[in-house]
């Protein structure tokens, strides 16, 4: 049974930074991170492939996220500066095993950007954001 546990979450001031950390009990080629606010369709926020690719970046928070991975710890993060409001929401830890990322076209890419509910989720961590 596949585990992923995400920490870091909590509430910041708009400026303020925030480091996501996700423990993994196995590492994934293919990993990253979606949140959802209220009344608001979930988005893929960041991922990252095997070698540490980060292959792809919401463009609201570009520049301002960074994704990373260190497969020795089996851990994934996410540094989020210059944090805004719009930033608040659930922030939930991703794995993308071979078999889905066969189903979008052998990327990793395309499940985070179009939005996909397979792979293995954590249970999410909350972040605040308030003006």
């Known amino acids: 049974q596949v585990q992923l546990v995400e920490s870091g979450g909590g509430s910041v001031q708009a400026g303020g930074s925030l480091r996501l950390s996700c423990e993994a009990s196995e590492i994934f080629n293919c990993m990253g991170w979606f949140r959802q606010a209220p009344g608001k369709e979930r988005e893929g926020v960041a991922a990252?492939?095997?070698?540490?690719?980060?292959?792809y970046y919401a463009n609201s928070v570009k520049g301002r996220f960074t994704i990373s991975r260190d497969n020795a710890k089996n851990t994934l993060y996410l540094q989020m500066n210059s944090l805004k409001p719009e930033d608040s929401g659930m922030y939930y830890c991703?794995?993308?095993?071979?078999?889905?990322?066969?189903?979008?076209?052998?990327?990793?890419?395309?499940?985070?950007?179009?939005?996909?509910?397979?792979?293995?989720w954590g249970q999410g961590t909350q972040v605040t954001v308030s003006s």
């Open positions: 990252i492939y095997t070698g540490g690719v980060r292959i």
């Open positions: 991703v794995a993308i095993g071979e078999s889905v990322m066969q189903e979008y076209g052998g990327s990793c890419y395309n499940p985070f950007r179009g939005g996909t509910d397979s792979g293995y």
